[in-house]
């Protein structure tokens, strides 16, 4: 599964928009989910039997899942250029590098410099990008 989270974070930057089957890889990444599910079958629940979230369209679902999985940081959002940045506000300001894993962007990094082109397509994957990018995945 390691294997497979670079090429979701690379489908992500480039989507054009909302990608229900980038949905699924991701719940499949995150392990929600036993098998990488297809748009040709039943879209598949997850072991609690929920269904899996629409991390690509959907803004409120995901920034409900940051919040949660991210207690007491700081989840900023823009949506013209969409972008999104999260970070632990508590992990203070020096120039330690351990503290890059408690700060990750969507689009443009905190020093100014970008992770790709374009910005992404949508608020809900400028955050999902975000969260993507973590050393270690937080999501819930």
Known sequence: MAGAHPDVVKRL?????????????????????????????????????DRIPFFTSDLAQVE????KALKDWTIEI??????AHVFDPAAGDDDDDDDDELRMAAWRDFDGSL???????NPAIALTLAMMRGQSLHFE
Request: hydrophobic residues 35%; contains cysteine.
């Open 115 to 121: 992770h790709m082109d374009k910005p992404p397509a």
């Open 64 to 67: 409900e899942m940051a919040r």
């Open 13 to 49: 930057e480039v989507t054009a928009g909302p990608d229900r089957q980038i949905d699924f890889d991701i719940a499949f990444v995150l392990g929600w989910v036993p098998e990488r599910p297809t748009l040709d079958r039943v879209e598949p629940l997850s072991e609690e039997g």
């Open 78 to 83: 823009d949506r013209d250029p969409c972008d």
